[in-house]
């Protein structure tokens, strides 16, 4: 085709073909015109100038390996020799009847095509690829109507990209283009399945045809974005930086919309995105949706479709189609933004006639439904319960109250459920009336800020019928907690007026617990329905009532027969000190209903009967767990110390110890203590260790009349006083009955048990020993891997992703990464491993849908970093660049977050320039400062700091041979030793300074801030380095023994001891002398019985600090040994880190002490005494250690200390 010169930039690259007859030699168009026009009039303008395209110009290969020809009269083709390749062209454009064609390695391979230009890309023809196309214009692209494209993927975007990140496969695009560019589809474009459509710009429009089987489509309006293609395998598209200026076309008219469909969107089996990032005011919808979505299940996999515009409205006029027309379940719709229209005539459907109805949910800031005038009428959304589950979930931001008012009656004659999930009130004004069964829940105050309830005025009530559930989540009106004046169902119950129920419905209506008071303050009401509005901290219970913590609830004298909803909450730090109390627990003693609940860390203390959840239980516990330690005298268990009612589904991983007390100093098990006749224990398990007489990995003791079943245990069972033990049941008396059950006979130490079977370690993580289990519907296994765990752990989201909880540890489903999170074994030696299922396990697609934590987008972030630190780690599993981005974002520090790849940290990807920075890093801090470091440390401390910075020279020929002459290998393994040896000249410091140097360091902020900041640089530093096994596995060997002694109840009382600066009892010195392997490395450091009983706590406090100091060095030699995760070695990492100049404090107040000098003053005692507590913390416990530990809490440590000082 020939063009007039003004056009050449578009012009064929190969063709030199005459005018064509008929071509108007005269006519000439600027750019500025010809874009204008493309953007303002796209349908005449496809008529008018189609014919003066042709196929790209211009073309430049800048990275990778391409050749450009033409292979036909109208058509280009390009052939590309590597996986990347980026080519920079003069203009991009297709004319009608051409064809551009991609040839790739792969349907994988990826090419960038960057217009340099100042035309926006005219796609009027055919594209073709097997492989993945990236078309990046500042200035916009357009499809016209006739335009065809077929490729692997397709993103289009206004926004540019680094050739260096898109060579690296960091698929982030952060170069925004020009404001008024835009991204029009009229034409058809289709990706192979499971493919990606992405197109991004301050404006978007589709009117055509988007096809993406089993695959992704973005439509997005943003200033930044990024896509991942990699590592996992999986597609992710995240939009970020808000646009703030007013939309405008190329002419300066205001866009009515930032992304709009008018045409439709095929995406079966997959999801459709359309979002947009605006301001306020920026234009008058965000997102606007005519046409049609239509997302349907294929082959079982669900689709999702969802419209979010944070900040702006969502309007829908056309049709949303997520059902399940041929078979399955129906999928996941999502209509979210600070208002949500939805018109009369829409259709919206997650129907599924063979199958599970899906859902729809609705998420603005405030919502009305009424007749007129609000933002759905009540007949429509009744029309719209007839095909689907929905849920109206108000949020705060902006004006918005995050309020819902029901104006309008709704009726609806289906089985789906409609939830009402308010950030503060819901007030219901009209009828709510399910005549088919469906179900209702009223949540007020979803985010637990304890304001916000559920109010009935004018002709509000709620009917139901055929065995539906009414559900009401309230806070008192009125602000305050009157337990006494709200009982559930009956005739004080505040809304048994309100709600009709038929054919055996029923109806509960929860008070919400917000706080660790609240939750103390059921004891006033025992008949009580509770449920926890959000986790509860309840650390504070240690210094409760003179240090006896927490009052149990429910007492010998009166049982609570309420019921407790967790809501899949958690409580955290529990503390209860009562040696001579009995019926001791979170519940002391229970003949209610408790559910769906997680007591995480907890320490208590009580006589008889003391269990973690409950001290006594003749009512009924589901879904509950307990990690952390219980001790008493008689009948103790990790969950339940005596049970006489029904156990389902729960498990406990905390330790479980008999104080000798009495003659009845007796039943202990690491679930249950005493399983009393009429107690059942089914589907339940037990990992922690047990200690004492009658004990029993799962039960202590059986009755006559109790029964287990389906249950397996494999803790250590140490027995003592000359009672007998057990793996499973110390003693079981004729009359119980225990079936399909089993303990380990490795790790318990017993061959022998009451009742049950033993199984070896490999046996128990084989399905087929546990015959008659569920492992449908009940249990999941990790085959070979892993112990059976309960179903109810993996927390299903809306959009595909599982999400499994162990205490406040989420992950992506570990257990098939890292199987001892399951089955409770030592983490220490732990091996990661990864299988050929990791592709259907993880499927991280839409990360924002967690619900186990509503509304805490913290919980969010926290969430996606685990879990993808801890699949990093696995052998064969590559981090991702949105992965990679995120963990940036939120955990690395702006130092070191450049040297992260999406292939995680490989030695290669280190320069010269990078490593030598790592020691410039110390000297930015000040750390190696004559003059700083001589106050505080000795002058092997200060050398090998100092090492850090200068003597890389000398060591590079000794240890270059062993890497292949690989010198950025030979400098990062002296780096990681280096590292290593300056954390074991730090456990020092408390011994080579005075106490008066270190009083000084102590209240010198500067000097403070800085050994603080050193050791947390460190600490980053080394998790980092330790990364590669092959260049440190010679450096250290790993000892256990170590990890060990500091995770023991011996040391545990050596912390209170120093804490409360107090000589340790005979008891507590018995219980010490009694493990070997911590007594054996106390002496070894010199600590004598003498010093635990005379109080002189010098040597003691020494010991604690080289302790924990040895295990960040050990816990860097097990992350390069492959034995621990580097997620689990960074948490340890971090809080030895903190721990050591704490040691240094602890030895300086112990000093002054012993050599009668004069005591720290008033600020710095109280700073000391705050971290001590911290330190003495039950976290130190077996089951409560690193896993439950937050990381973000310990680097705030010196903080709050001496804030609170």
Known sequence: ??????????????????????????????????????????????????????????????????????????????????????????????????????????????????????????????????GRIVLVNPNGVFFGKDSQVDVAALIATS???????????????????????????????????????????????????????????????????TIDLYGDNLILFEADSTITSQLQDALGNSLAAAVENSGTIEANGGWVLLTAEVAKNVVDKAINMTGHIKATTVDQQEGTIILKAMGGEVAVSGTLDASAPNGGDGGFIETSGAHVTIDPAVKITTAAPYGAMGQWLIDPTDYKIAASGGDIRGADLGNYLNTSNITLQTITSGSGNGDIFVNDTVYWTSLSKLTLNAYRNIVVNASINSAGGGSVLLRADNTGTGFGTVAFGGSGHITVNNGAAVGIYYNPASGTYNHASYKSDNSSNPYSGKVTRNGGSTMDAFMLVNSVSQLQAMNTNLSGHYALGKDIAASTTSGWNGGAGFIPVGTSGGAFGGIFD???????????????????????????????????????????????????????????????????????????????????????????????????????????????????????????????????????????????????????????????????????????????????????????????????????????????????????????????????????????????????????????????????????????????????????????????????????????????????????????????????????????????????????????????????????????????????????????????????????????????????????????????????????????????????????????????????????????LVGRPTNLQKIVRVNTEVLTALTSPGMKLIFQSLNKGLALSSKDIKQIKSDGTLWGMLNSYGVLEADLRTGNSLNVANFAAKLITQTVILTAASAAQGQISNDLAKDIMLFGGEFIPVAGGIIAQYNSYNNNQKELNAKDQKTLNLMTDRLADKKWRQDGIFRQWKVEKLNNLFNQARDGA
């Open 566 to 1024: 967790g809501l899949n909450h958690i409580i955290t730090s529990l503390r209860i000190n009562r040696l001579g109390t009995d019926y001791v627990g979170l519940f002391g003693k229970t003949a209610g209903a408790i559910r769906n609940v997680g007591l995480v860390g907890v320490d208590i203390d009580g006589y008889y009967f003391v269990g973690g959840l409950a001290g006594y239980n003749s009512g009924s516990i589901t879904n509950a767990y307990t990690t952390g330690g219980v001790s008493g005298v008689y009948g103790i268990g990790g969950l339940v110390g005596d049970n006489s009612g029904a156990i389902m589904k729960s498990y406990s991983t905390s330790t479980a110890t008999i104080i000798p007390g009495d003659a009845m100093s007796h039943c202990v098990g690491g679930l249950v203590g005493h399983n009393k006749s009429g107690g059942s224990i089914a589907n339940s398990y037990s990992t922690g260790s047990v200690s004492g007489g009658i004990a029993g990995g799962l039960v202590g003791h059986s009755d006559p009349g109790s029964s287990i079943s389906n249950s397996y245990s494999t803790g250590a069972v140490s027995d003592t006083g000359g009672w007998p033990g057990g793996g499973l049941v110390s003693e079981q008396y004729d009359g119980g009955n225990t079936t399909s059950s089993y303990w380990n006979t490795g790790t318990s130490g017993w061959m022998t048990s009451g009742s049950g079977t033993g199984r070896t370690t490999a046996q128990m993580k084989q399905r087929a020993s546990y015959a008659g289990w569920d492992f449908t519907n009940t249990w999941r296994i990790n085959e070979g891997n892993s112990y059976p765990y309960l179903a109810w752990q993996i927390v299903t989201t809306p959009a595909n992703i599982r999400v499994f909880t162990t205490g406040s540890l989420v992950s992506v489903d570990p257990c098939i990464l890292a199987p001892s999170i399951c089955n409770g074994s030592d983490t220490t030696t732990a091996q990661i491993t990864v299988n050929q299922s990791i592709d259907n396990e993880l499927k991280i697609e839409q990360m924002e849908k967690v619900v186990f934590d509503e509304g805490d987008v913290k919980t969010f972030e926290a969430v996606e970093v685990r879990s993808f630190a801890l699949a990093s780690s696995a052998p064969g599993f590559k981090l991702s660049s949105l992965q990679m981005k995120k963990i940036r974002e939120l955990e690395m520090s702006p130092e070191f977050s450049k040297w992260l790849t999406p292939e995680g940290l490989e030695i290669e990807k280190l320069s010269d320039k990078q490593i030598k920075s790592l020691m410039g890093h110390l000297n930015d801090i000040g750390i190696v400062d004559n003059s700083f470091s001589n106050k505080v440390i000795d002058d092997k401390f200060h050398a090998e700091l100092k090492m850090l910075d200068e003597k890389w020279t000398p060591v590079l020929g000794s240890i270059q041979s062993q890497f292949g002459n690989n010198e950025k290998a030979a400098k990062l393994n002296y780096a990681a030793d280096a590292f290593i040896n300056t954390l074991s000249v730090a456990g020092d410091i408390a011994t080579v300074a005075g106490g008066t140097a270190l009083r000084t360091a102590m209240r010198t902020e500067g000097a403070f801030n800085k050994i603080s900041a050193f050791i947390k640089t460190s600490a980053k530093i080394g998790d980092k």
């Open 1 to 130: 085709m020939w063009l007039p010169s003004c056009q050449t930039t578009a012009r064929n690259p190969a063709s030199s073909s005459p005018p064509r007859r008929g071509t108007n030699m005269k006519k000439r168009y600027s750019r500025t015109q010809l874009t204008a026009s493309l953007l303002v009039a796209t349908a005449a303008l496809a008529a008018t100038y189609g014919q003066a395209l042709a196929n790209p110009n211009g073309g430049t290969v800048v990275a990778g390996q391409a050749t450009i020809a033409q292979t036909a009269p109208a058509q280009v083709t390009i052939t590309q020799s590597t996986d990347k390749a980026i080519i920079n062209w003069n203009s991009f454009s297709i004319g009608a009847g051409e064809k551009t064609r991609f040839v790739q390695p792969s349907s994988n391979s990826i090419t960038l095509n960057r217009v340099t230009g100042p035309d926006v890309s005219q796609i009027l023809g055919q594209l073709t690829a097997n």
């Open 159 to 225: 926004h540019d990209i680094k050739n260096d990140d898109f060579m690296a496969g960091k698929l982030d695009f952060t170069i925004p283009g020009k404001a008024g560019a835009q991204i029009i589809n009229q034409g058809k474009i289709t990706v192979q399945e499971g493919g990606l459509v992405a197109l991004v710009a301050p404006s978007v429009q589709n009117s055509g045809l988007i096809t993406a089987r089993l695959g992704k489509v973005a439509l997005a309006s943003a200033n930044s974005f």
